[in-house]
């Protein structure tokens, strides 16, 4: 079972940015998809980037543009670009990885994805 450690997390103002990392061990090898999925107070968990083994990025409407999901195989890492902060954002971030052979939406299924880590908080202030 692929360990999930997420990091980078914090609080930033409207406008702002942040980087969060995920570090994979024993390595990435195992999986097919991965990707960020998110959850604040009171809401369901929210599917926003994913990245396939083929590079293949989606990304949810409400973060097109802002956000950018990138990969290093050699470092087992998972990263989330966030840019254009808004308040909206504000949640538990939460990296994530699947062995599927193929999902036809992924980022719907992330939420389910058989592994994830810990999370990592972001909060947005106005």
């Known amino acids: 079972r692929v360990q999930l450690v997420e990091s980078g997390g914090g609080s930033v103002q409207a406008g702002g940015s942040l980087r969060l990392s995920c570090h994979a061990s024993p390595n990435l090898d195992s999986t097919t998809y991965m990707g960020w999925f998110r959850q604040a107070p009171g809401k369901e968990r929210e599917g926003v980037a994913v990245i396939d083994d083929d590079g293949i990025r989606n990304y949810a409407e409400s973060v097109k543009g802002r956000f950018i999901i990138s990969k290093d195989n050699a470092k087992s890492a998972l990263y989330l670009e966030m840019n254009s902060l808004q308040p909206g954002d504000t949640a538990m971030y939460y990296c994530?990885?699947?062995?599927?052979?193929?999902?036809?939406?992924?980022?719907?299924?992330?939420?389910?994805?058989?592994?994830w880590g810990q999370g990592t908080q972001v909060t947005v202030s106005s």
């Open positions: 994530a990885t699947d062995r599927s052979n193929w999902l036809r939406d992924p980022l719907a299924y992330l939420p389910r994805f058989d592994n």
